[in-house]
């Protein structure tokens, strides 16, 4: 019997080292080390965003581990990330998230990059009733399906550039007129994420009484917005709101540049990924522009792992060279969650450490967080950055702000 | 309708909408000349043809990383990505020349593929762009903002398109090729070297999507899979224009991206791509029609 295992357990071994894969077969749980599994895009066109997710995943496992590891039950434990590839393509991630569950034995998951990966993984999780701590999948559409195993650290996509709308009703009010006189015109991309931008931007805008006056879904194959840009010239809104992820930024600003559109406020998502402050790449051609972003490293949120946001900053930056987008720090904060959740449970029961993480109410580098009924952090607010001489400075929401907002934008 | 009582009232914004159209097109047709070329005369639909177009403007962009102003990237993006058509050429293409067109569709589709990844391995997944540093054209009052990129553009185009009728008129292997378009059989009969003629018209096409690339980084952005759509815009701008006809390709492609520039203002970006397609159904459907009339009359 012994023996037959034996040949049993060689023969796989070989068999996974053969398609490439160096199984080391690991639990939930082996010896003294709690195994996290996680697919994430090192390879396809996430693959920038994917690096960062990573990155943000293993800087959060070496200060765990190295500050002593997680306590669960009265002994100490090390975390371990076993990682795969997801090529960017979400049924890959489904692939993948199957076979860290039933392969690999993992009870414990952390998210992929984007909320199409996340969307198409969160069905198995769900399925084999393991939990999801995800920070980089925001769609809405992930949170009104009823899953129980799902977390997000991150604020939800409506949300993303409600802000800047509200920004307007504030400017119009200081001058003296309503902010029902306030024009807006909104331009995002014909994908799930930038529709749900859309969503909340067009919601608050209804709410102000504002007028709506240029409402343009880009394709996604998007490669020139000059017959938008036009109209948003013709028609002079107060307000220009674009969502199209990195391509879209990059060519927002290069063509309202290009054909001189001048609106007061102008707001995007995915300026960091997009380099828009980037001297050679764009000169100061985004000065003034208002960036969506989950966190900052001015913000003053702190914790016991990393110490404030800026700790965070400098940790990571010492690590990898460069200043951590949020894309890394909502990973980071992803694995935090992970071990107040485990450390609180007292057990490895996924349903007793699900119940934990539904229970969390903590305070990290990135932000509050304490998630509602649907499994999304209802406690940390998204803020807009604007760009101020090449850098990004915080000028909302109100109380998160380090400068005053430059209105109108030069 | 708001739209279109806004160009009504202030038609100096139809003035912007053609000026850009008619020079976004221009850069189309570029593209669109070599798959014109590689269609007529080797009865391959090139489906390679848009990361030919990002190849290119990833020549340029690393030649600007050294420091070279990116104009020089259109001659420079043309040659290397001459000599990759030869390499594809000699690798995969000659192998299909004879084919049906379903098989060198597919094979092409899978170039295609093959080049997006290694693109996006080589040179990263980020969006790109080289700066030309021209600046814009502002007139009325700033009303009408073309960026002077585009009007270089056109003047390549342009100029592109004149030495190309003449290479193919004058030159021996211009002469070899056209005669090899008209029958490979009797071309071979007369002691044309069929295989090399196919080879510089592939790789004379990959020039050509070189040096539109070139354009594209100056003026859009690219990252390795935002190709497909300038293969597209090739094979609309060839299918209405006719093969063997590149006066045809200009006109077609400054009508395209004329057309589709008044579509995204009137209806929105998001029917741009749906108007222009119709339109092509539609074109496609009168064609057939006059096609139809033209064989009644010779029974």
Known sequence: MYKLAKTTIISLGTALLTFGLVGNAPAKVEGDTIVLGAAVSLTGKYTTAGNHTQRGYDLAVQRVNSMGGVKVGGKSYRLKVIYYDDESTPARGAQLAERLIKQDGVKFMLGPYSSGLTKAMAPVTEKHKVPMVEGNGASRSLFNKGYRYLFAVLSTSEQYLQEAINLAAEQAIKMGKSPSSVKVAVAVENDPFSLDIRAGVLDDAKRHGMKVVVDDKLPRELSDMSSTLTKVKALKPDVLVVSGHSKGASLAVRQTTQMRVKTPIMAMTHCESAKVTSAEKFGMRAEGILCASQWAPTMTYRDNWFGSSGDYAKTFESAYGYVPPYQAAESTASVLVWVDALQRAGSFDTEKVRDALSATNMQTFYGNIKFDETGKNIAKPMVLRQIQGGKYKVVAPTKWASDPLVYPRP | ?299
Request: hydrophobic residues 60%.
């Open chain 2, 1 to 299: 309708m708001d739209n279109l009582l806004l160009l009504v009232d202030a038609p100096v914004f139809s003035l912007q909408l053609l000026i850009d159209g008619l020079l976004a097109g221009a850069i189309f047709a570029l593209a669109a000349y070599g798959m014109a070329l590689v269609w007529g005369v080797m009865n391959i639909i090139n489906i390679t043809q848009g990361e030919f177009v990002i190849l290119g403007g990833f020549v340029t962009l690393y030649l600007s990383y050294l420091g070279v102003h990116p104009l020089w990237g259109v001659p420079v993006s043309a040659l290397a990505l001459f000599i990759v058509g030869w390499g594809v050429y000699r690798l995969v293409i000659f192998r299909i020349v004879d084919r049906d067109l379903f098989i060198s569709i597919l094979a092409t589709f899978g170039i295609s593929i093959l080049l997006q990844q290694l693109m996006n391995q080589i040179f990263g997944a980020d969006i790109q762009n080289a700066d030309p540093n021209l600046g814009t054209l502002f007139l009325f009052n700033d009303d009408v903002a073309i960026a002077n990129i585009k009007f270089v553009a056109l003047a390549i185009t342009i100029v592109v398109g004149a030495l190309l009728i003449l290479f193919l008129r004058k030159s021996r292997i211009g002469q070899a090729i056209r005669a090899t378009a008209q029958s490979a059989r009797a071309a071979r009969l007369m002691g044309i070297d069929t295989d090399r003629v196919y080879a510089t018209t592939y790789a004379l096409n990959a020039a050509l999507c070189g040096a539109t690339g070139s354009l594209v980084v100056m003026t859009w952005v690219i990252h390795p899979f935002i190709g497909l759509i300038y293969t597209v815009r090739s094979f609309m701008i060839v299918v209405v224009a006719g093969l063997g006809n590149l006066a045809g390709v200009v006109v077609a492609g400054l009508g395209l991206g004329a057309v589709e520039n008044f579509a995204g203002f009137l209806l929105g970006t998001e029917f741009q791509a749906a108007f222009v397609f119709s339109l092509l159904v539609i074109i496609l459907v009168w064609r057939n029609y006059r096609l139809g009339k033209k064989r009644q009359y010779l029974r």
